[in-house]
Nanobody
Framework: QVHLVESGGGSVQAGGSLTLSCVVSRHTIRRYCMGWFRQTPGREREGVATFDVDGTTKFAPSVEGRFTISEDNAKNTLYLHLNNLKPEDSAMYYC??????????????????WGQGTQVTVSS
């Protein structure tokens, strides 16, 4: 079964940057859709970005132009680079894999496998 482990979260001042890592086990990153999602108390889990089998990335409007995605094939790791962070970016961030299919929406319900989450806190 696909196993995902996120890391890299922490506390940062507004305008700062963080890089989150998602180590993928028992799965090839480009076999199915991968995604990054985030959630805060009282809010539904929202899509942040997706990574398609051809390497195409898609970002939510709220993070477009500030976040990017990269991969390290040797480490089987997907990275989310969070730049110019804002307090409203504070959330628990989750890495996810679809498990099957080939359509990559920013909808949490579409994804099957999830990591444990890593907390990002941005202060003003």
């Amino acid at each position: 079964q696909v196993h995902l482990v996120e890391s890299g979260g922490g506390s940062v001042q507004a305008g700062g940057s963080l890089t989150l890592s998602c180590v993928v086990s028992r799965h090839t990153i480009r076999r199915y859709c991968m995604g990054w999602f985030r959630q805060t108390p009282g809010r539904e889990r929202e899509g942040v970005a997706t990574f398609d089998v051809d390497g195409t990335t898609k970002f939510a409007p709220s993070v477009e132009g500030r976040f990017t995605i990269s991969e390290d094939n040797a480490k089987n790791t997907l990275y989310l680079h969070l730049n110019n962070l804002k307090p409203e970016d504070s959330a628990m961030y989750y890495c996810a894999a679809m498990g099957d299919g080939n359509w990559c929406p920013l909808w949490a319900s579409k994804y099957t496998y999830w990591g444990q989450g890593t907390q990002v806190t941005v202060s003003s």
